[in-house]
């Protein structure tokens, strides 16, 4: 879906199937590269996982926008906290390799009895 409709549907798709309520706004007016266009849509699939199985969440938020060459990824839970790239998980590390291998960054705040946001900043070529 990623390929053909772009990364407002598919992300669309993730957050019908979440387990709790989720916000999703999106402005980005025009298509980034697909390997951009799929770390986004990794990283937001992920913090939702991570969101459902860790957080105690009640809702979330997705916001997707682009700003010039950049593509930023905001997720911000209303859950627990105490998130971070560092634990012990694999899965906010691996967000951050794979934010790096792009030349961005993944940027994680998440004190302990929340919230948590994880902001994600991509070149979009």
């Known amino acids: 879906m990623l390929n053909d409709r772009g990364l407002d549907a598919a992300l669309s798709g993730i957050v019908a199937r979440a387990p709790i309520r989720v916000r999703l706004r999106i402005n980005v007016a025009a298509r980034c590269a697909p ?3 799929a770390i986004a849509y990794f990283t937001v ?3 939702l996982t991570n969101i459902a199985r860790h957080a105690r969440a009640t ?3 997705i916001t997707v926008e682009r700003a010039g060459d950049r593509l930023r990824v905001i997720v911000t ?3 627990c906290g105490g998130a ?3 634990g012990d998980g694999s899965g ?3 967000l951050a390799q794979r934010a790096a291998a792009a030349d961005g960054t993944l ?3 998440s004190p302990a009895g929340g ?3 994880i902001t994600v900043e991509l070149p979009c070529e």
Request: glycine share 12%; hydrophobic share 20%.
């Open 107 to 109: 940027h994680v705040h």
């Open 84 to 86: 971070s790239p560092g």
């Open 35 to 37: 390997s951009i266009e």
């Open 59 to 61: 809702h979330a938020e």
């Open 115 to 117: 919230p948590t946001t």
């Open 92 to 94: 906010l590390r691996g």
């Open 45 to 47: 699939s992920e913090a």
């Open 77 to 79: 839970d209303d859950g």
